[in-house]
Nanobody
Framework: QVQLVESGGGLVQAGGSLRLSCAAS????????MGWFRQAPGKEREFVAA????????YYADSVKGRFTISRDNAKNTVYLQMNSLKPEDTAVYYC????????????WGQGTQVTVSS
């Protein structure tokens, strides 16, 4: 079992930056791929970014490529999402998730953290 707790959300003006953190419990964190997802009001949850267990591979949605950076610190059981050049359309609840195998199926989810970007 892995428990995930996100933090770092808030209100920021367009063009600003935020860094989200996701703290994980459990000794198997370092063996899981991790991902960030988001859900805006009235929309389906969508993929934002993912990182391999080692941190050696990362993937991004086209909408955030070049602006967001996912990273992890396995010694701290934490995954991060650095968000720069934020846009109003980035407003959403952001969730981190853990995938025990592969990149597609995420079995563990956090409770989410709200990010609001004002224009």
């Amino acid at each position: 079992q892995v428990q995930l707790v996100e933090s770092g959300g808030g209100l920021v003006q367009a063009g600003g930056s935020l860094r989200l953190s996701c703290a994980a419990s459990g000794r198997t964190f370092s063996s899981y791929a991790m991902g960030w997802f988001r859900q805006a009001p009235g929309k389906e949850r969508e993929f934002v970014a993912a990182i391999s267990w080692s941190g050696g591979s990362t993937y991004y949605a086209d909408s955030v490529k070049g602006r967001f950076t996912i990273s992890r610190d396995n010694a701290k059981n934490t995954v991060y999402l650095q968000m720069n050049s934020l846009k109003p359309e980035d407003t959403a609840v952001y969730y981190c998730a853990a995938a025990p195998t592969g990149w597609v199926v995420y079995d563990y989810w956090g409770q989410g953290t709200q990010v609001t970007v004002s224009s």
